[in-house]
């Protein structure tokens, strides 16, 4: 089993700044990947950022340029540095980790980007 919390949410003005935290705990060996995606009412979940266990990054078109994922691997952490946020960030974000093939949510952590 692996729990995912998430934390760093919360209302930004367009073009600030936020950084999400995932700290991962239980059995976290042999996490394959972890990632950050995002959910606003009435729309599927999408893909923001991904990391694999190679060092391999994704990114969302959307988010390119603007967004950076990390890892702190002695800390068990994901984070996501959110930068040049537009209204249409908003939404809320999960973290996910997959682990032998068994996929893993986080609870969600809301940001809305609004003046």
């Known amino acids: 089993q692996v729990q995912l919390v998430e934390s760093g949410g919360g209302l930004v003005q367009p073009g600030g700044s936020l950084r999400l935290s995932c700290a991962a705990s239980g059995s976290i060996f042999s996490i394959y990947s972890m990632g950050w995606y995002r959910q606003t009412p009435g729309k599927e979940r999408e893909l923001v950022a991904r990391?694999?266990?190679?060092?391999?990054?994704t990114y969302a078109d959307s988010v390119k340029g603007r967004f950076t994922i990390s890892k702190d691997n002695a800390k068990n952490a994901l984070f996501l540095q959110m930068n040049s946020l537009k209204p249409e960030d908003t939404a809320v974000y999960y973290c996910?980790?997959?682990?032998?093939?068994?996929?893993?949510w986080g609870q969600g952590t809301q940001v809305t980007v609004s003046s």
């Open positions: 996910r980790a997959i682990k032998l093939g068994r996929v893993y």
């Open positions: 990391a694999v266990s190679g060092g391999s990054t």
